[in-house]
């Protein structure tokens, strides 16, 4: 929001304040002040001049030599080649001396042989930005109306004698867009009046509704809708300091008409519409719900075709405005509009948004409909147009105004009580000082034993519950003068929790192991999202995807880290070891939001171990991953409740894979993933895995336990076990352990024959079993009781014999 220091006088009292003193103000009390732009800065010289003659210059066909009067002795001799100069003009000269924008400084010149003392100027000349200067001095110098007079200092008269604020304006302070909203901001944080505008518009006998009818389909969208009628308009230029402030505030002048509805615009805060009542093409104004397909050009001769999501102003047959946006090009105000509807509404901000938005049409209007205007200004604006338009267009106002009318806006009641304000603030005000600054802002208060109940006005919608007032409070006591005081509380210290310990000690065992962090996206595509996940959900797709790649929720993170190994091995990093802990997202039925677990996936290709010195080269296999695993585990401690079971895995090897139990639940798998997909992806031998994180962090480990050196000795046994093919080498690990009783302290199994000399559908399995006791030194005799308890069990379960 642009705000001329000038124009701000009009309202409250500025004495006393310079423009950068009220900056300064205005950024401490909230709103902040992005920039100061003092308009003459830099300009100085240029007075207004009188044309008196004009002759082509005898060595130049696109020149033209002047005589201009300045309001000295004598006339000056000016050489310009501005195509619309002519005699009778009053223009804006740059005398000899004078320095325009960027430094340029006027000097005595001679142009072609003819002397010029000084340069007649357009208004970019004087800094004025090419897009805010009317169409009609586009390409040429800028002609003052006749009544300015010759010798005085050109550019007060454009309003170029001013300064600029620039606020930044955050969304819930719409009611700043307006120079009435500013001044009631600027009067409170100075402690002054609002001074209102004067509305005067004499109407005539006649009524506006004798002309007109207005009917809205779309009430919920509009309900509030204010068409005034003036006659006998005189369509041209907008008064000099109209057209000055209406470029201070970034807003191109076009006619007296528009310019008003503009300025409007900018003074309350209030959209407004001109329409041509001759070119409406009826006598009715409808207002509804576009029809599907229905097309309207507008303003800018852009064709748009409307949906019933858009709000449209209609003629009974056609659109002639887009609701809230744009007016349509078919009832647009021009040079021979004789009388004009000015339209004055309450829409919908949700709708407005929905419009601009379809159609990348921000504009002004649409940007104050969608953060909400004053619906107590909506006939106060109309009436004061219909004033100036009377004022400055020779306009005769018809008796009243057209409505239609089912708005019921009544202001916020909030209260609060001097204890929160002081106990929330850190401060010690007196309940008349909160009601001084209630008073300030122009609230209704009332206070009841240290209670206040305030009445907010339909202008501040952002005030609604009792932080707003506290905000309010402390803003304008000043933020600078609330006391600075630590938090009174108990001190503890600072910890993490077991789930976050355990999540730590991954990373660092995986770390450890040579693993790296990976961190990917949760968005993955439909073909993705449900690869190698351990839950079989249906996928989440999200409302407003970016793209297809990324449209959604993962249901595993192995998809992605399998990308990720991709991507390095295209770039010649083939040997990586990745993992990631990181959410996956189930669907819950009968719920809106998702389940998010945390998951534990790594991912392992190439090399495992190179030794380039000593010629050793190690690929990643399924037992590389599977003691990785089993490292972890042990560092959970909860290396005995895992087991490990071979299984057939969407997308995996079918003899390499295995799922992961603890205590016999499964909790994830690992394996080789299916040379079909290593295929695709371009991939050597790669081995993931994926584990619920959830189920391993809060699972009780067994706590790491110390023992002495052992003082007596061990005793070793192998044994070879001929046993069936299908029989599984940890099951029967598992049975020698638990049949091993006390004595038996490792079981490993070192050795796998199938082939010659062995049974069809036999295999022999080798095992090394340790015996210790450490208390005393074991006998054969003890070992041998004990062996033979192992030998019985595996013969017992699993068929078993010893081989021969």
């Known amino acids: 929001m642009f705000v001329s220091y000038k124009w701000l006088q009009d309202y409250v009292d500025l004495s006393g304040i310079t423009p950068d003193e009220l900056a300064e103000k205005i950024t401490k009390s909230g709103i902040e002040v992005e920039g100061v732009e003092k308009k003459s800065e830099g300009i100085s010289?240029?007075?207004?001049?009188?044309?008196?003659?004009?002759?082509?210059?005898?060595?130049?066909?696109?020149?033209?030599?002047?005589?201009?009067?300045?309001?000295?002795?004598?006339?000056?001799?000016?050489?310009?080649?501005?195509?619309?100069?002519?005699?009778?003009?009053?223009?804006?000269?740059?005398?000899?001396?004078?320095?325009?924008?960027?430094?340029?400084?006027?000097?005595?010149?001679?142009?072609?042989?003819?002397?010029?003392?000084?340069?007649?100027?357009?208004?970019?000349e004087l800094g004025?930005?090419?897009?805010?200067?009317?169409?009609?001095?586009?390409?040429?110098?800028?002609?003052?109306?006749?009544?300015?007079?010759?010798?005085?200092?050109?550019?007060?008269?454009?309003?170029?004698?001013?300064?600029?604020?620039?606020?930044?304006?955050?969304?819930?302070?719409?009611?700043?867009?307006?120079?009435?909203?500013?001044?009631?901001?600027?009067?409170?944080?100075?402690?002054?009046?609002?001074?209102?505008?004067?509305?005067?518009?004499?109407?005539?006998?006649?009524?506006?509704?004798?002309?007109?009818?207005?009917?809205?389909?779309?009430?919920?969208?509009?309900?509030?809708?204010?068409?005034?009628?003036?006659?006998?308009?005189?369509?041209?230029?907008?008064?000099?300091?109209?057209?000055?402030?209406?470029?201070?505030?970034?807003?191109?002048?076009?006619?007296?008409?528009?310019?008003?509805?503009?300025?409007?615009?900018?003074?309350?805060?209030?959209?407004?519409?001109?329409?041509?009542?001759?070119?409406?093409?009826?006598?009715?104004?409808?207002?509804?719900?576009?029809?599907?397909?229905?097309?309207?050009?507008?303003?800018?001769?852009?064709?748009?075709?409307?949906?019933?999501?858009?709000?449209?102003?209609?003629n009974g047959k056609e659109p002639v405005a887009i609701a809230g946006v744009m007016g349509g090009a078919n009832s647009e105000v021009k040079n021979d509009t004789v009388t004009v509807i000015l339209e004055s509404a309450y829409f919908s901000g949700a709708v407005v948004r929905k419009t601009s938005k379809d159609h990348s049409l921000r504009s002004e209007a649409s940007a104050r409909f969608e953060k909400g205007v004053d619906p107590e200004r909506v006939r106060q604006a109309a009436e004061r147009a219909a004033g100036l338009i009377a004022q400055y267009a020779n306009g005769t106002v018809l008796a009243g105004s057209v409505e239609h009318d089912t708005l019921t806006a009544e202001p916020a009641v909030v209260s609060i009580t001097l204890q929160k304000i002081n106990s929330l603030l850190g401060t010690e005000l007196q309940a008349s000082e909160v009601v001084s600054i209630f008073e300030r802002l122009q609230f209704q208060v009332s206070e009841d034993n240290g209670t206040f109940t305030v009445t907010v006005p339909t202008r501040r919608g952002d005030i609604t519950i009792e932080a707003d007032l506290i905000e309010e409070v402390a803003r304008l006591y000043g933020y600078d003068y609330l006391p600075t005081t630590l938090p009174v509380s108990a001190s503890a210290p600072g910890g993490l929790t077991d789930y976050q310990l355990k999540r730590r000690m991954m990373r660092r065992v995986l770390e450890g192991a040579g693993l790296y962090q990976a961190v990917t996206y949760s968005l993955t595509s439909e073909e993705k999202s449900a690869q190698f996940a351990l839950s079989k959900r249906e996928s989440i797709r999200l409302a407003m995807p970016m793209s297809e790649e990324r449209s959604q929720l993962r249901l595993s993170i192995v998809p992605q880290l399998l990308e990720v190994l991709k991507y390095n091995s295209a770039r010649q990093n083939d040997s990586l070891a990745l993992y990631e802990i990181g959410s996956v997202f189930l669907k819950k039925e009968g719920e809106d939001l998702p389940e998010e677990r945390e998951h534990l996936a790594g991912a392992i290709t190439g090399l495992w171990e190179s030794n380039p010195w000593q010629g050793e080269k190690k690929p990643a296999d399924f037992y590389v991953a599977k003691g990785i695993l089993e490292t972890a585990f042990a560092a959970l401690g909860l290396e005995g409740q895992i087991s490990f079971k071979q299984a057939e895995i969407a997308d995996m090897h079918p003899g390499r894979t295995a799922q992961v139990l603890l205590n016999e639940e499964v909790i994830g798998f690992v394996g080789q993933v299916h040379p079909t997909l290593q295929k695709e992806l371009d991939l050597k031998e790669t081995y993931v895995f994926e584990l619920s994180f959830k189920a391993l962090a809060e699972a009780s480990g067994t706590p790491v336990s110390y023992s002495m050196i052992p003082r007596f000795p061990s005793i070793t046994r192998d044994i070879a076990l001929v046993c069936d093919s299908e029989t599984a080498a940890g099951d029967i690990q598992q049975a020698i352990a638990k049949a091993g009783g006390k004595l038996l302290k490792e079981v490993n199994v070192f050795d796998l024959y199938e082939g010659e000399r062995m049974e069809p559908g036999k295999k022999s399995l080798a095992y090394s079993l340790k015996y210790f006791d450490p208390e005393r030194t074991l006998t054969d005799e003890d070992v041998t009781k004990a062996h033979e308890k192992v030998l019985s069990a595996v013969k017992e379960q699993f068929g078993a014999e010893l081989r021969g």
Not at 177 to 192: C, D, F, H, T
Not at 196 to 214: H, N, R
Not at 270 to 278: E, I, R, S, V
């Open 45 to 124: 010289g240029v007075v207004i001049g009188h044309v008196l003659e004009k002759e082509q210059h005898p060595n130049a066909d696109k020149l033209n030599k002047c005589q201009v009067d300045v309001g000295g002795e004598n006339p000056i001799q000016i050489i310009c080649g501005a195509p619309n100069v002519d005699k009778g003009q009053k223009v804006a000269v740059a005398t000899v001396g004078a320095v325009l924008p960027g430094n340029f400084k006027i000097k005595k010149a001679k142009l072609r042989g003819e002397e010029s003392n000084g340069m007649i100027c357009s208004l970019q």
């Open 128 to 314: 004025i930005e090419s897009k805010l200067i009317s169409k009609d001095y586009a390409t040429g110098i800028y002609v003052f109306p006749n009544d300015v007079k010759v010798g005085e200092n050109a550019l007060e008269y454009l309003g170029l004698d001013d300064a600029v604020l620039e606020l930044g304006l955050t969304p819930n302070r719409s009611d700043c867009l307006s120079m009435i909203g500013v001044a009631y901001e600027v009067a409170a944080i100075l402690g002054r009046e609002v001074k209102w505008p004067e509305i005067s518009a004499e109407e005539t006998d006649e009524k506006a509704s004798g002309l007109l009818t207005v009917q809205v389909e779309a009430p919920e969208d509009n309900p509030l809708y204010v068409a005034k009628i003036i006659k006998n308009v005189k369509v041209g230029p907008s008064p000099l300091w109209l057209q000055g402030r209406l470029m201070a505030s970034g807003i191109r002048p076009h006619n007296n008409v528009v310019d008003i509805t503009n300025y409007i615009l900018l003074e309350y805060g209030q959209p407004l519409h001109a329409f041509d009542y001759d070119r409406l093409g009826s006598k009715e104004i409808i207002v509804r719900r576009a029809h599907d397909g229905e097309k309207i050009v507008t303003l800018d001769d852009a064709e748009r075709t409307l949906t019933p999501d858009h709000l449209v102003i209609t």
